[in-house]
């Protein structure tokens, strides 16, 4: 069975894309020319691609942990390379890469 | 001999977040051979073109990045030598008992002002998957994948690169071969050190964080072999960073990409050969698209800002 895809939506931004299950949230957003998460190496290693999710469910594949710590996972952190939605979402980007949090 | 003292790029020690997919990615994508799992985990593979046991180690940590990059030094005078040179600069050198990896002696070790770690060996034994000696055949074992020829150079990034710069031109006779310099101030940018007929063994940018690798560069054999290697890169969805392209640095022919843990890689072929009497070659850092990317002629966004 084909899943049709979620909705990802960027805070403060009107755009919203379809992602598809099985495909990460980086990968989803390129296909649509979105420049807002810039992609790196694409394999959770650098952190520029480093996203906090708002809403919605996910699950990740394996991340450095110099760029996402447990703490910031628990809060929902994650690497757009690495995630993979499982429902709709709503996420916040860190344009500057991998700055600190405030 | 002409070549003496440091001769070589001899292993890097690489940590992976995944060591299933790394050896997938090392030995089928890339070619190198398995040398052997330790007890400990770690992995040791080697390029077919290369005589020494292994140049690539893998071990499966929860961060990316770079554990520590050495040289082969031509014999146990130089290592004496270069370790008594550091201590008198003040740099810490630890001892590496012999064994410590499979195969491979007594090694002296330091932390370069960058943040990297070095490590500098004269013996290790020799692969049974060497080149051949006698009558030799273009190679031994059947190539596969990119067909990587050997280990040949990695870039590294970090704050201080004119100290690593300093350790390697006055203690250990590296020669530098070319620079990127700040317009204005002239200051150092970006520059290749060789320690031999090849235009770089190591490169170092300036950043604001230190201990960082960029890359992790392989022979292959000319430019046909990097389209080979740019098909098998689509063909197993590696993630790929730029080319086929030409850095006008070295001159060499290059596809950068990312092993699954976010390290980059390098296929290279080509590049001038130096000799420690050429003239240093300099760019300017507002021509240093060209110097990088020779055909694009600017920097991609990942450059500068993608390391492990
Ligand atoms: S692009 Fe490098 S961690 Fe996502
Ligand atoms: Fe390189």
Known sequence: MMNKGFQISIQGSDKIVTCREDESLLSGLARYGQKEVPAGCRQGGCGVCKIRVLKGEFETGKMSIKHVSAMEKDMNFTLACKTFPKSDMVITVNIKGDRKWQ | ?308
């Open chain 2, 1 to 308: 001999m002409a070549i003496s003292g440091v001769l070589r790029p001899g292993f890097v020690q690489i940590r992976v977040l995944d060591m299933a997919e790394s050896i997938i990615h090392y030995r089928d994508r890339i070619g190198l051979e398995m040398v052997g799992t330790e007890a400990d985990g770690r992995v040791y593979l080697k390029a077919y073109d290369e005589f020494d046991r292994h140049s690539i180690i893998l071990r499966e940590c929860d961060e990316a990045g770079l554990d520590v990059m050495a040289f082969k030094v031509s014999n146990e005078t130089y290592l004496d030598e270069y370790e008594e040179k550091l201590r008198g600069q003040g740099f810490e050198v630890t001892a590496i008992a012999a064994g410590e990896q499979p195969g491979v002696g007594r090694r002296i070790s330091f932390m370069a002002p960058t943040g990297h770690r070095f490590d500098l060996y004269v013996d290790m034994e020799l692969s049974d998957n060497g080149p051949m000696t006698n009558n030799p055949d273009v190679s031994q074992l059947d190539p596969r994948g990119m067909k990587a020829l050997r280990f040949d150079h990695c870039l590294l990034y970090g704050g201080d690169i004119d100290g690593t710069k300093k350790v390697f031109e006055d203690i250990l006779g590296f020669s530098t071969s070319e620079v990127v310099v700040d317009d204005d101030t002239g200051m150092i940018i970006a520059l290749f050190l060789t320690c031999s007929n090849k235009a770089h063994d190591l490169a170092l940018v300036r950043h604001e964080e230190d201990g960082k690798l960029h890359h992790v560069s392989f022979l292959v054999e000319d430019w046909t072999s990097l389209r080979d290697a740019a098909d098998i890169m689509t063909r197993y969805d590696i993630s790929r960073d730029i080319g086929p392209t030409r850095h006008g640095i070295t001159r060499g022919q290059t596809i950068y990409f990312f092993d699954p843990s976010g390290n980059r890689n390098e296929v290279f072929s080509g590049g001038y050969a130096y000799y420690p009497d050429n003239p240093l070659r300099v760019w300017q850092a507002s021509s240093v698209g060209k110097a990088i990317f020779y055909y694009e002629r600017e920097l991609n966004d990942r450059f500068m800002t993608v390391v492990t």
